[in-house]
């Protein structure tokens, strides 16, 4: 069960981190990173700015104290746009002609594999991606009047109020989208996954089998 805001977790503990890890969404955060890299998607992937981003976050860890999931999650978003911002900068300099930079600072350090909580390795991506995948589509299927607030609501986690102080809508507005929007997400997820088993169970058809 994912740990709540009231119940203490030890950061410390390898076994602490990766249960405060679990608990902030992966997959969820890899629609955020997505979302965030614009022209940085060309040359590095999600996966690799969530494990670079979760390193670092590993690195400070003796000086973060358990305040809830939410903190928690606000706190490594942080991290997760100070790496992109960082890749960016490090992208353009070597664009300039700065040598041989590399986007990551674990590769520096030869850890760009290192993963305290066992969040990233190549299984456990390649679920985080299909889960996220089928989030970013059902997202995307919302009503445009839908999409911005579910997507502030449920993956940024901001307030009713501070959703409808960066959109410029009534709070009461932004509570009704919240409902329908959120509500209608969440068919379209089950109904994403229920297809997705289904045809997951259907035999290769012949243009399909014959691609190896």
């Given at each position: 069960m994912p740990p709540t805001s009231d119940i203490e977790i030890d950061l410390s503990t390898p076994a602490g981190w990766q249960s405060a890890v679990e608990s902030t969404g992966l997959a969820s955060l890899l629609v955020l990173i997505d979302a965030r890299m614009g022209d940085l998607a060309q040359h590095v992937s999600a996966e690799d700015v969530l494990q670079d981003s979760l390193l670092n976050a590993w690195r400070a860890h003796d000086n973060v104290k358990w305040l809830g999931r939410k903190a928690f999650r606000s706190w490594l978003l942080t991290i997760i746009d100070r790496c992109i911002s960082d890749m960016r900068s490090r992208l353009h300099a070597a664009k300039r002609g700065a040598g041989n930079v590399a986007l990551f600072h674990s590769l520096e350090h030869?850890?760009?594999?290192?993963?305290?909580?066992?969040?990233?390795?190549?299984?456990?991506?390649?679920?985080?991606?299909?889960?996220?995948?089928?989030?970013?589509?059902?997202?995307?299927?919302?009503?445009?009047?839908?999409?911005?607030?579910?997507?502030?609501?449920?993956?940024e986690q901001h307030t009713v109020r501070a959703i409808a102080e960066s959109l410029g809508l009534a709070v009461s507005t932004v509570e009704h989208r919240v409902r329908r929007g959120v509500t209608l997400y969440h068919s379209r997820l089950r109904a994403i996954l229920a297809q997705s088993a289904i045809d997951s169970r259907k035999p290769p058809t012949d243009a399909v089998s014959s691609v190896r």
């Amino acid at each position: 069960m994912p740990p709540t805001s009231d119940i203490e977790i030890d950061l410390s503990t390898p076994a602490g981190w990766q249960s405060a890890v679990e608990s902030t969404g992966l997959a969820s955060l890899l629609v955020l990173i997505d979302a965030r890299m614009g022209d940085l998607a060309q040359h590095v992937s999600a996966e690799d700015v969530l494990q670079d981003s979760l390193l670092n976050a590993w690195r400070a860890h003796d000086n973060v104290k358990w305040l809830g999931r939410k903190a928690f999650r606000s706190w490594l978003l942080t991290i997760i746009d100070r790496c992109i911002s960082d890749m960016r900068s490090r992208l353009h300099a070597a664009k300039r002609g700065a040598g041989n930079v590399a986007l990551f600072h674990s590769l520096e350090h030869g850890m760009l594999h290192f993963d305290p909580a066992g969040t990233t390795t190549p299984s456990r991506v390649a679920t985080l991606r299909e889960q996220a995948t089928v989030m970013r589509q059902s997202l995307d299927e919302l009503p445009d009047d839908l999409r911005d607030v579910v997507r502030l609501r449920l993956f940024e986690q901001h307030t009713v109020r501070a959703i409808a102080e960066s959109l410029g809508l009534a709070v009461s507005t932004v509570e009704h989208r919240v409902r329908r929007g959120v509500t209608l997400y969440h068919s379209r997820l089950r109904a994403i996954l229920a297809q997705s088993a289904i045809d997951s169970r259907k035999p290769p058809t012949d243009a399909v089998s014959s691609v190896r």
